[in-house]
């Protein structure tokens, strides 16, 4: 996958920028707070119509403009699309080719996988950040996984709220949630059970290839639901929860609260793993999923990498260079420090100055 072009305006502190990018190594240098990850979290808009920062629309359209715009020219498996995404606070528009597409038909076309300094703490941070994880990878596979996803949040939420608000007939509606959020568990967990099916053994190997101890890393779902019948135990559980789940008013079981277990030498890498070992861990399942996603796509995602090098040790900075050089992939990647970028051949650098992106 490929950017041809790049235009943001009005998006963030970037007024009006203009990138013709190069096929494969785009290094964005700047001093801090000048908006080299705003360059990214557009690139990232195009491809998921989300930030990856939390908040709201608006906060992504520049202070005192009505409005923010972000388009580009991609290509993926040879075809060429104008993605085009529109931002007004509490309005984001997503267009293909000039025409508009609802969200659910705009995926599919421009796959981007990102890796910040926020993943390295992936291994020992809360389920969420891992949960996370498993649901973007899923999801750039598999855009059908956005409805399932929205379908699943819509029963939990409206059950927390019976849960919270009560009401004449709590019992009898709770039921009816109860059937609902089983049936959709059952498309979550299996969609998330295949893909670390998939991830599990280029996790390792790649793990294998970073560290060369012999150490293994496994990975695996980890559920309270009995997972060959899914439907069944989820309804089983909310049955037995229920009291527990009035009183909490929230939803005490279900993919909601699912982990991805990592394992390391057969103890759980969380408490185990040194600090050089959990970056690894972190690198590994990265280069695990670029790996899949290439695989699964017939074509590498574009690959956004923010300020990564400076978090990382030496040798494993090396080391993720050497994977980025081995795979034929588009790739950003933000720096304070345009030396931390091992790359020689092969390479763009634009300066990011007050907003502004120049060669
Ligand atoms: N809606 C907005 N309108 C205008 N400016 C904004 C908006 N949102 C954020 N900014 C500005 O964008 C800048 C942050 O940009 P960004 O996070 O891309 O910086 P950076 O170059 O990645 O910095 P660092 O090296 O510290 O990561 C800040 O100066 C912030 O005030
Ligand atoms: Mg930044």
Not at 21 to 38: A, C, M, W, Y
Not at 66 to 94: D, F, I, M, Y
Not at 334 to 347: D, I, K, S
Request: charged residues 25%; positive net charge.
């Amino acid at each position: 996958m490929r950017i041809h072009a790049l235009e943001a305006r009005q998006f963030r502190n970037l007024e009006n920028v203009l990138m013709e990018p190069h096929p494969r190594f785009n290094v964005l240098s700047g001093d801090n707070g000048h908006g080299k990850t705003n360059v990214l979290e557009a690139i990232y808009l195009l491809g998921t119509l989300r930030s990856f920062r939390a908040g709201k629309t608006e906060e992504m359209v520049r202070f005192g403009q009505p409005q923010a715009s972000v388009r580009a020219r991609v290509e993926k498996l040879q075809t060429t699309r104008l993605l085009e995404v529109n931002l007004r606070p509490g309005h984001k528009h997503g267009r293909v080719d000039g025409k508009g597409a609802r969200a659910i038909d705009y995926f599919g076309g421009f796959n981007v996988v990102l890796f910040a300094p926020e993943d390295l703490r992936l291994p020992k941070g809360p389920p969420a950040g891992r949960r996370r994880f498993l649901d973007r990878a899923v999801w750039n596979a598999h855009p059908a996984y956005l409805g399932e996803v929205q379908t699943y949040e819509r029963v939990h939420k409206s059950r927390n709220a019976v849960l919270r608000d009560g009401g004449a007939n709590v019992e009898q509606m709770i039921d009816v949630y109860d059937e609902q959020l089983a049936r959709a568990a059952v498309a979550i967990i299996t969609r998330r059970r295949a893909l670390l099916d998939d991830l599990a053994p280029r996790v390792r190997a790649a793990f294998d290839r970073v560290t060369q101890t012999g150490l293994t890393l496994g990975i695996a779902y980890e559920t309270t639901l009995d997972i060959s019948n899914i439907e069944y135990s989820m309804r089983e559980k909310l049955t037995a929860d229920r009291r527990k789940d009035l009183a909490r008013g929230a939803t005490s079981s279900g993919p909601h609260v699912d982990d991805l277990e990592l394992v390391l030498d057969g103890k759980p890498a969380r408490t185990y793993a040194s600090q050089g070992q959990l970056r690894a861990i972190v690198l590994a399942l990265k280069i695990a999923e670029i790996e899949f996603l290439r695989e699964k796509l017939g074509d590498a995602p574009v690959l956004l990498l923010d300020d990564v090098s400076s978090e990382l040790d030496p040798t494993r900075n090396a080391q993720l260079f050497d994977f980025l050089k081995s795979v034929p992939c588009q790739a950003f990647i933000t720096t304070t420090h345009p030396g931390h970028v091992l790359l020689a051949e092969e390479r763009l650098d634009f300066q990011v100055v007050a907003g502004v992106v120049g060669r």
